[in-house]
């Protein structure tokens, strides 16, 4: 095994026989402290609320040794809504990341390219039309997403191929117009009927399940997988389109590929959360600036994504009591205010 | 400007006033009750009265006079705005203007009960301000100043926490929410023309301010340092058409509610027309911007079966396709 100093001062690569690795240091402890402060926002989740239970008695519970209230507590009502919250914001960071990469735009995010819209739009349908309960406007939600990403991304084909800026455009365009239909599905509405659409709107992520959990853990695994399978073509694929062809890489289907896996990380979320804002934008975004690597940075935008959506919804469940708020809505105010401070601070200093 | 081309810019501009005339003639013939166009023109003539009399009157000259002054305004604000941050995205919803009226009018209706007109009328125009200033001061710290890139980010950024917000104040309470909900799609209907008349002088400084600004933002669109060369003041004409943006989309925000995508649309279709001279874009994305808002209104009360289609989702679900047909078929418009 030999270690090579190559390329950027920051990585290094292991080769061994005919596979090589490439370990970034910093990149490396930057996810095992992502990774631990995770654990740590989980336990946070199961210990607060108004029935405290201390750190003790939720590790006590967790491994089986718990008194029967921490254990219905803990277990049975906070573990699920902790762990739904992790794998969503895993999804959505993991989700961001791939489009941002295929894009290479900062603002290209599922809501950008319409798919965060088209889901919504797919979930009202089903909420104010058809009387199938959570479970068809889940399906709905899904379908909407998906039809919308496939949509916008044909319609970004042209015959010299995919231009990231114009499916961005095109998202954006598709996005306003799925936005007026919302809009007039719930003008339309009941106001009871569109009050209650509207709470799932924002993305909420109360009355998460183990059900719930069942149905998304392994759609996230098989998501995560293959994006992590994908991340060093994407890596180079981030260069000019020649340089990518010159290093013998189909930059058409590996974009197809990222989004394909990315609007199915996408889609999971959604069906399992609602359409919860800003978490895939800003999710990579800090990773990036944390991590200091290029590429996409996979691993460091999932861990934020998950960090960042857990304590948003604790904060959202306690914080304003006796009310609970929709994660969404704080999601967007705090994860907005920070990558505007942060991109406030950084242009100060002239870098980016 | 050789003289084939400012024929032709006036030929234009003839066409956009007699297409502005057309649709606001449209719009009062169209509804429940169809009208001939002579029963309008008859019907508008002073002392005339009778049902039709009421309807063209009572009913629909309020929406047409409302929705040619905030079709104005909206056109006028997006050129200007495209000019401004020299980008072919930029559009009042992108930079967070529209949120920012949107936001502080929503947080005097839910947690002030403000809800008269003038009052509001000041909250949309101060919510603008804010947001602009806020986005513009975010986007231009450090060396290399405000890039479009950055206010682009800047205002997707600012404008997901001001919408967070307004979702949260309205989920607070079922009143808000269904008051809410009506505003937020962005209608001409049942404004008053009262409003309107709150708004004129808002919307009468800011059109003067943007048609005098148009060639200072020629100068500016060679750069900063020939626009200086050429002598022009940059940072009083960056100051001044920010200003116009802010007073054209506060006071049409306030008046309407947010109605997206004519600021961003019809300045590339203007700029298709008639190249990519400030002079005649800035006057005739307002023209076009107006008839297109009065006929998004008339289409939206034929279409709508049961009940009418607002305004602001017209503009969205007939101006979407064209941005999308616009971005496919060529490369935009270099400005």
């Known amino acids: 095994m030999t270690v090579l100093s190559h390329g950027p001062a920051r990585s290094r690569v292991i080769r061994l026989a005919q596979w090589s690795l490439v370990v970034r240091p910093r990149a490396a402890a930057v996810c095992s402290a992502l990774f631990l402060a995770l654990l740590a926002a989980i336990v946070a989740a199961l210990s607060?609320?108004?029935n405290f239970v201390p750190v003790g008695g939720v590790l006590a519970a967790l491994t089986g040794h718990g008194t029967p209230a921490e254990q219905l507590i803990v277990v049975q009502?906070?573990?699920?809504?902790?762990?739904?919250?992790?794998?969503?914001?895993?999804?959505?960071?993991?989700?961001?990341?791939?489009?941002?990469?295929?894009?290479?735009?900062?603002?290209?995010?599922?809501?950008?390219?319409?798919?965060?819209?088209?889901?919504?739009?797919?979930?009202?349908?089903?909420?104010?039309?058809?009387?199938?309960?959570?479970?068809?406007?889940s399906l709905g939600a899904v379908?909407?997403?998906?039809?919308?990403?496939?949509?916008?991304?044909?319609?970004?084909?042209?015959?010299?191929?995919?231009?990231?800026?114009?499916?961005?455009?095109?998202?954006?365009?598709?996005?306003?117009?799925?936005?007026?239909?919302?809009?007039?599905?719930?003008?339309n509405a009941q106001v009871y009927d569109a009050q209650s659409a509207a709470v799932w709107l924002v993305g909420n992520l109360a009355g998460s399940d183990w059900t719930k959990l069942a149905m998304l853990a392994p759609v996230v695994v098989v998501g995560a997988v293959l994006a992590l399978l994908l991340e060093r073509s994407l890596a180079v694929g981030e260069f000019a389109d020649e340089r990518a062809l010159s290093l013998g890489l189909s930059t058409e289907r590996l974009r197809l590929a990222a989004m394909a896996v990315g609007v199915l990380l996408a889609s999971a979320a959604v069906a399992a959360a609602g359409p919860i804002s800003f978490v895939a934008l800003a999710a990579p975004q800090l990773a990036r600036r944390l991590t200091r690597a290029s590429g996409p940075n996979l691993l460091a935008s999932a861990l934020t994504g998950a960090v960042l959506l857990v304590l948003t919804d604790l904060a959202a469940r306690e914080a304003f009591q006796p009310r609970q708020l929709p994660v969404g809505v704080l999601t967007g105010v705090v994860g907005g205010l920070y990558l505007v401070w942060l991109l406030g601070r950084e242009w100060k200093k002239g870098r980016a | 400007m050789t003289p084939h081309s400012s024929g032709r810019r006036l030929a234009l501009f003839?066409?956009?006033?007699?297409?502005?005339?057309?649709?606001?003639?449209?719009?009062?013939?169209?509804g429940r009750q169809p009208l001939s166009p002579a029963t309008v023109l008859h019907a508008l003539a002073p002392h005339s009265t009778g049902a039709a009399a009421d309807i063209v009157r009572g009913l629909r000259l309020e929406r047409t006079v409302v929705a040619v002054a905030v079709g104005l305004a909206l056109g006028g604000a997006g050129a200007l705005m495209q000019a401004l941050t020299r980008n072919p995205l930029a559009d009042p919803g992108l930079l967070g203007v529209n949120a920012g009226a949107a936001a502080a009018v929503v947080t005097g209706f839910a947690l002030f009960g403000i809800s008269g007109r003038y009052p509001q009328m000041w909250l949309a125009l101060g919510g603008a301000?804010?947001?602009?200033?806020?986005?513009?001061?975010?986007?231009?710290?450090?060396?290399?100043?405000?890039?479009?890139?950055?206010?682009?980010?800047?205002?997707?950024?600012?404008s997901a926490v001001l919408?967070?917000?307004?979702?949260a104040l309205a989920l607070r309470d079922q009143r808000s929410y269904d008051t809410m909900r009506f505003w937020v799609a962005g209608s001409v209907v049942n404004r008053g023309l009262d409003t309107l008349v709150a708004a004129l002088p808002f919307l009468v400084v800011g059109t003067v301010l943007a048609l005098l600004l148009t060639p200072g933002l020629n100068a500016l669109a060679l750069g900063d340092d020939r626009g200086r060369a050429l002598g022009v003041r940059v940072g009083l004409v960056r100051v001044l058409t920010a200003a116009a943006v802010t007073l054209l989309c506060g006071a049409a925000t306030a008046v309407a509610g947010p109605i997206g995508f004519l600021g961003l649309t019809v300045p590339h279709i203007?700029?298709?027309?008639?190249?990519?001279?400030?002079?005649?874009?800035?006057?005739?994305?307002?023209?076009?911007?107006?008839?297109?808002?009065?006929?998004?209104?008339?289409?939206?009360?034929?279409?709508?079966?049961?009940r009418e289609i607002e305004a602001g989702i017209m503009t969205a679900i007939l101006g979407a396709p064209v941005f999308i047909a616009l971005v496919r078929r060529r490369k935009l418009v270099a400005l």
């Open chain 1, 143 to 187: 379908l909407g997403g998906a039809g919308t990403a496939a949509v916008v991304f044909l319609l970004s084909l042209r015959h010299r191929g995919l231009a990231p800026l114009r499916l961005v455009l095109v998202g954006i365009g598709a996005g306003a117009l799925l936005a007026a239909l919302n809009s007039l599905l719930i003008v």
């Open chain 2, 270 to 306: 203007v700029r298709f027309l008639v190249g990519p001279d400030q002079r005649a874009v800035v006057p005739m994305s307002m023209l076009l911007s107006a008839a297109l808002l009065v006929l998004a209104d008339t289409a939206g009360r034929v279409i709508g079966t049961g």
């Open chain 1, 77 to 137: 009502l906070r573990l699920p809504r902790a762990a739904v919250g992790a794998l969503v914001g895993l999804a959505l960071g993991l989700a961001g990341a791939l489009f941002q990469s295929v894009t290479r735009n900062p603002l290209g995010s599922p809501d950008v390219i319409g798919f965060d819209t088209g889901a919504a739009t797919g979930a009202l349908i089903a909420m104010l039309f058809t009387a199938g309960g959570a479970a068809a406007t």
């Open chain 2, 129 to 158: 301000a804010a947001a602009s200033v806020v986005v513009y001061l975010i986007g231009s710290g450090g060396r290399s100043g405000a890039t479009p890139a950055r206010l682009a980010l800047a205002g997707a950024a600012l």
């Open chain 2, 163 to 167: 919408l967070a917000y307004i979702n």
């Open chain 1, 48 to 50: 607060v609320s108004v």
């Open chain 2, 14 to 30: 003839a066409a956009l006033l007699a297409a502005v005339a057309a649709a606001a003639l449209l719009s009062l013939m169209v």
